[in-house]
């Protein structure tokens, strides 16, 4: 009986550890979505400066804030305003969905990114995230404008469809999220390093003031999570669409193509994330390392499949 | 000469016809948009590095 009943209590506390899996999801999909959970104040938590509380309106928020994060906010909310300005102008030179080559795609990514986040900062007052997600953007831009930069021209005639509005658009919205997600991921690395190290008693509790100011790696992970399971579905998406041009295009739905392929692997890969994420053992760190290998697979698709790769995707119009 | 070959538009003259239909003053527009973003979207990380630095 004994036995029984410790299996029993086994069983439950497993049942039990499963159903937190998501719940921030669940909660998310409705109008009164809950933030992510107050981090725990506990010694090895870098939650001093975690994420405020959303028990008190932006206005409130942004007013106790302090005068650099103000300021920080506006100039981001004003920028994405430039940035999707950029965007649209451009679309309306050249007639078409701003999104044809390289530097029109990771633009446009940029400003999906930029504009997912600065919802996300306004939505749950993530403020000690903005210099890494936004750094990251400045970055990406940065790159794009200096090393791919390529002047507003026709469209090749390949992708002279209306396809190019439904696929590639897809595949640009799931990718600045996806770059989300990605900067999330290493920060939830980071502060759980961090987390293990004060725990350890390595290093002191607020010891690190960078450190110290990024939110929980509890709050990261469920962000991180609710950030991919919105980009996946619209990158399913995206791949199917992909695959229905194909079939109108070149008379075939799939042809092992490198940038099919490395699309196909990269869907696996935050796949597999998601389900790691809801498996019990291989959630935390490794689930993350999966979600960053899916980005990465991305990036490589972008940077050295599109660009140095011959094949029936090469539009990339750089070099 | 031959007659069909004048005719034939060259690749250069193509592109040349592809290109009258890019608004090229919009597009300038958008570079400078794309610019300004960039300089805003910076000023915006000094921000959030001034409130790491000297915020509460």
Request: with cysteine; hydrophobic share 55%; proline share 4%.
């Amino acid at each position: 009986m004994t036995s029984r009943a410790a299996a029993k209590a086994a069983v439950e506390s497993r049942v039990a550890e499963l159903a937190t899996v998501g719940a921030g999801v669940a909660s998310s999909s409705g109008s009164s979505a809950e933030p992510p959970a107050a981090a725990p104040a506990g010694p090895g938590s870098p939650a001093a400066s975690a994420l405020p509380a959303r028990r008190q309106s932006f206005s409130q928020a942004i007013g106790e804030a302090g005068t650099w994060v103000r300021a920080a906010v506006a100039l981001s909310v004003a920028g994405v305003t430039a940035h999707l300005a950029a965007v649209v102008t451009r679309g309306f030179a050249v007639h078409r969905a701003p999104w044809g080559n390289m530097y029109e795609f990771v633009t446009a990514l940029t400003c999906v990114a930029a504009i997912f986040f600065v919802y996300v900062l306004i939505r749950y007052r993530a403020w000690a995230l903005g210099i890494w997600v936004m750094g990251a953007v400045v970055v990406a831009l940065g790159l794009a404008e200096t090393v791919i930069y390529t002047a507003a021209g026709p469209l090749v005639p390949a992708l002279q469809s209306y396809w190019l509005s439904i696929h590639v658009t897809a595949m640009t919205l799931s990718s600045g999220i996806f770059f989300v997600a990605a900067v999330l991921g290493i920060l939830y690395l980071v502060a759980e390093r961090y987390r293990a190290r004060v725990a350890a008693g390595k290093v002191a509790e607020g010891g690190n003031g960078l450190l110290s100011r990024i939110p929980s790696a509890e709050q990261l992970d469920k962000l991180t999570y609710r950030t991919v399971i919105f980009g996946f579905p619209v990158w399913t998406f995206g791949v199917i669409a992909g695959a229905i041009w194909a079939d109108e295009a070149w008379g075939r739905y799939w042809g092992w193509d490198p940038v099919e392929t490395w699309a196909f692997i990269t869907w696996v890969l935050y796949a597999a994330y998601l389900h790691a994420r809801a498996t019990a053992g291989w959630r935390g760190r490794r689930a993350h390392y999966i979600q960053l290998l899916g980005f990465a697979s991305l990036v490589f698709n972008i940077l050295v499949i599109q660009v140095f790769i011959t094949g029936m995707h090469s539009y990339a119009g750089v070099g | 000469m031959t007659p069909g070959l004048s005719e034939s538009p060259t690749t250069s003259q193509k592109r040349e016809r592809e290109l009258v239909g890019i608004n090229q003053g919009l597009a300038a527009v958008s570079g400078d948009f794309m610019i300004a973003a960039l300089l805003i979207y910076s000023l915006g990380v000094l921000a959030f590095a001034g409130d790491l630095a000297c915020g509460r």
